[in-house]
């Protein structure tokens, strides 16, 4: 028995084509492009037989031919820093959810923290014509921004505040939240703060927040150790341990995310200091262990999921052509205390 689409005397396999699904289905070959590119305007039926067709043949569309005749690739690209980082997965879980309610498909790139591999991975991505992207912070090199506005390509950026995105921007002030964490902090009592904290840029805006807030109060000291990214339980204990060795008394501990408050709980407990009775800790992000941690984690909460669906929809919606309400949304946040402070 011959295989299917192997020419005789020939060793390479002839890929199946658009003619191929539109025999196998019994239709022509504009209606199978049709229910393929456009399923809406064709009746179910018929979408069902194309694809029952495409299964049998094994057609693969050629999605980027059909994206330059109509200029649309039904692809986003969304670049993140990490992919290992908690804060990041709902958001980015949220953005493919919606984005394949919307007809769109997501293609996941890591940037790590460093403006110049964002810029490299952005110039690969605009050259595969992607109908949008979505860049995770506001801070971007030059370049970068260059190219993101000489392409024309609708772009949201996520998880931070300007009156001035690139086009639409959905997430909120780390700066803010800085000054509310400090404001807290000095409301209950406390006056000598070891700070934990990570180099990356929003985190940093966190950290200047918080020293602001608690210098302009005038009655509080201030010490900091910097650790490496990623944000690890291991690194929230090193921190701790690196603040202690410094010699110096502390009441309170905070730090820029909920992985290294968790850190520095165990290592308060393993050198027999008690929270919240001799320290006070709080975090960022509420990620799901901080609520059922021993003692729980006072934090900051981000609705982390309407980021991501935000951001689909207006992304969506622009690429769309359609009349945008705002092209900046701050979703704000919630400090939601526990019993580690």
């Not at 605009?126 to 949008?132: A, I, M, Q, V, Y």
């Amino acid at each position: 028995m011959k295989a299917k689409n192997v020419p005789q005397g020939s060793g390479k396999v002839k890929s199946p084509t658009l003619e191929d699904v539109a025999r196998e289905a019994g239709l022509s070959p504009m209606t199978v492009s049709r229910a393929l590119n456009t399923p809406q305007i064709v009746r179910a039926a018929t979408v069902e037989k194309v694809k029952k067709a495409v299964a049998v043949t094994g057609y693969i569309p050629n999605l980027l031919a059909g994206g330059l005749a109509s200029k649309k690739s039904k692809l986003i690209a969304v670049v993140v820093p990490q992919i290992n980082n908690n804060m990041f997965v709902d958001s980015v879980q949220a953005l493919s959810d919606q984005l394949a309610k919307r007809g769109y498909h997501m293609l996941l790139c890591v940037s790590g923290y460093t403006e110049e591999v964002e810029t490299e991975i952005v110039s690969a991505i605009l050259s595969r014509r992607p109908d949008g992207i979505v860049l995770t912070g506001i801070q971007h090199s030059p370049e970068m921004k260059r190219i993101i506005l000489s392409s024309g390509v609708p772009v949201v950026e996520i998880w931070d505040l300007t009156p001035t995105p690139l086009d639409i921007l959905v997430g909120f002030s780390h700066e803010k939240i800085g000054n509310k964490i400090a404001q807290y902090m000095h409301d209950k009592g406390y006056r000598k703060f070891g700070l934990i904290w990570t180099e990356d840029r929003r985190a940093s805006v966190r950290k200047k927040g918080v020293i602001d807030a608690l210098e302009s109060y005038g009655d509080s000291t201030v010490a900091t150790v910097t650790v490496e990214l990623p944000a690890t339980l291991s690194r929230g204990r090193q921190g701790l341990g690196q603040l202690l060795d410094l010699n110096q008394q502390y009441d309170a501990i905070i730090c820029s995310s909920d992985t290294l408050a968790q850190g520095a709980i165990i290592e308060a407990s393993a050198r027999g200091l008690s929270v919240p009775r001799n320290l006070g800790v709080i975090g960022f992000g509420n990620l799901d262990f901080a609520q059922h941690n021993v003692p729980s984690i006072s934090t900051i909460s981000i609705d982390r999921w309407r980021v991501g669906i935000d951001a689909a929809n207006m992304l969506a919606d622009k690429i769309e052509g359609k009349e945008l309400a705002e092209h900046v949304i701050d979703i704000g946040f919630e400090l939601i205390e526990r019993e580690s402070s």
